[in-house]
T-cell receptor
Framework: DAGVIQSPRHEVTEMGQEVTLRCKPI?????LFWYRQTMMRGLELLIY????????DSGMPEDRFSAKMPNASFSTLKIQPSEPRDSAVYFC????????????FGPGTRLTVL | AQSVTQPDIHITVSEGASLELRCNYS??????LFWYVQSPGQGLQLLLK??????LVQGIKGFEAEFKRSQSSFNLRKPSVHWSDAAEYFC?????????????FGGGTRLMVKP
């Protein structure tokens, strides 16, 4: 399997623009997670899905952030409008099913908002 | 609420020396504990995990960790460090909440290896 795939790997945009990050989980995995990593706040869980349904979005910073999972093989994280403080590395991860299953991370998208 | 503390932000060791990275957790029930490693520009990779049973857990790349309930700790160890071990290491605790289950990560420890 190719692992968790994220695109783009790097994104540079200007403040106020819309940004869309994409994730393809490992085939057959029921859970998908979006994390944000910054120097100041470390690794934070933003939202996660189970069988394409959002379960917990309490980590989403504000209404400018939204996430969707239209099918089992694709998810997006959208920021509109983007702000410089959104600059971070965004990771997607997926997990097969149960608690004892490993959470596999993608390579991340490094977002820079100017 | 659960939390994870990694007291050491940076650690430098010489190649061939032993390594111990500290992790303390706070969780009301039996914890599920993980160690991940992140190489520069990469995602996180699972090193090992503890759910129950033997408190000494073996992982990949020669790493092991010991769960000590009395100390609320899950320290990561390696007897002889290689230059390729230079990376950032994250301890995490798995927990259930009303909505389901998820991982809470510590702040990470950056390991540097001197030749």
């Amino acid at each position: 399997d190719a692992g968790v795939i994220q695109s783009p790997r790097h994104e540079v945009t200007e403040m106020g623009q819309e940004v869309t990050l994409r994730c393809k989980p490992i085939s057959g995995h029921d859970y998908l997670f979006w994390y944000r990593q910054t120097m100041m706040r470390g690794l934070e869980l933003l939202i996660y899905f189970n069988n394409n349904v959002p379960i917990d979005d309490s980590g989403m910073p504000e209404d400018r952030f939204s996430a969707k999972m239209p099918n089992a093989s694709f998810s997006t994280l959208k920021i509109q409008p983007s702000e410089p403080r959104d600059s971070a590395v965004y990771f997607c991860a997926s997990r097969l099913r149960g608690w004892t299953d490993t959470q596999y991370f993608g390579p991340g998208t490094r977002l820079t908002v100017l | 609420a659960q939390s994870v503390t990694q007291p050491d932000i940076h650690i430098t060791v010489s190649e061939g020396a032993s390594l111990e990275l500290r992790c303390n957790y706070s969780y009301g029930a039996t914890p599920y504990l993980f160690w991940y490693v992140q190489s520069p520009g990469q995602g996180l990779q699972l090193l090992l995990k503890y759910f129950s049973g033997d408190t000494l857990v073996q992982g990949i790349k020669g790493f092991e960790a010991e769960f000590k309930r009395s100390q609320s700790s899950f320290n990561l160890r390696k007897p002889s460090v290689h230059w390729s071990d230079a990376a950032e290491y994250f301890c995490a605790v798995g927990s259930f909440n009303n909505a389901g289950n998820m991982l809470t990560f510590g702040g990470g420890t950056r390991l540097m290896v001197k030749p």
